[in-house]
T-cell receptor, first 118, second 114 residues
Framework: KAGVTQTPRYLIKTRGQQVTLSCSPISGHRSVSWYQQTPGQGLQFLFEYFSETQRNKGNFPGRFSGRQFSNSRSEMNVSTLELGDSALYLC?????????????????FGQGTRLTVV | SQQGEEDPQALSIQEGENATMNCSYKTSINNLQWYRQNSGRGLVHLILIRSNEREKHSGRLRVTLDTSKKSSSLLITASRAADTASYFCATGAYSGAGSYQLTFGKGTKLSVIP
């Protein structure tokens, strides 16, 4: 079974530009979450999608947005890039059964996209 | 905001020794998960312990959970050089909207010296 795939692995962008990152979850997983990891702030939750709907959002500015497609693949977009957006962006998928309070929800992570803003 | 706080921030041990990492959290949880990360790469899921469980084992890993103290520990026995990595605890909780979120601590950096 293929794991979580994130593309691209590395990206260099200039301040003010925008960027789109992609995440393909494990087959059958409908929940996709995004995290930003920086040395200073650690792992911070960005948002979570389930069945094409954003169910939860972290404390990030509106420049950070995302979406999920019918095949559960997800994209996140960052507009008007700032130097502080340089980070490792991680995507995680899980087998989440909507409507059931599953306490066995392991999240599986991709290798991440390393974004550098110059 | 960070919910889990790992302790210590860094740990250096000799190969063959045991490594213990602790995690404390603040609010109610459904489960607690431990992850490993090698050199800024993706996170590898190690073990999940539910809020109604007290101890769980997986190979050389042993995790305990004390919900009354809001703390967990990860024990790696007979450590190997390949265990060198950063270890994170993450608390899993459902919000009222039915959404599930993992909140991570800042991690413990483990170095195992051959």
């Amino acid at each position: 079974k293929a794991g979580v795939t994130q593309t691209p692995r590395y990206l260099i962008k200039t301040r003010g530009q925008q960027v789109t990152l992609s995440c393909s979850p494990i087959s059958g997983h409908r929940s996709v979450s995004w995290y930003q990891q920086t040395p200073g702030q650690g792992l911070q939750f960005l948002f979570e999608y389930f069945s094409e709907t954003q169910r939860n959002k972290g404390n990030f500015p509106g420049r950070f947005s995302g979406r999920q497609f019918s095949n559960s693949r997800s994209e996140m977009n960052v507009s008007t890039l700032e130097l502080g957006d340089s980070a490792l962006y991680l995507c995680a998928s899980s087998l989440d059964r909507q409507g059931a309070l599953s306490m066995n929800t392991e999240a599986f992570f991709g290798q991440g996209t390393r974004l550098t803003v110059v | 905001s960070q919910q889990g706080e790992e302790d210590p921030q860094a740990l250096s041990i000799q190969e063959g020794e045991n490594a213990t990492m602790n995690c404390s959290y603040k609010t109610s949880i459904n489960n607690l998960q431990w992850y490993r990360q090698n050199s800024g790469r993706g996170l590898v899921h190690l073990i999940l312990i539910r809020s109604n469980e007290r101890e769980k084992h997986s190979g050389r890993l042993r995790v305990t959970l004390d919900t009354s103290k809001k703390s967990s520990s990860l024990l790696i026995t007979a450590s190997r050089a390949a265990d060198t990595a950063s270890y994170f605890c993450a608390t899993g909780a459902y919000s009222g909207a039915g959404s599930y979120q993992l909140t991570f601590g800042k991690g413990t950096k483990l170095s195992v010296i051959p």
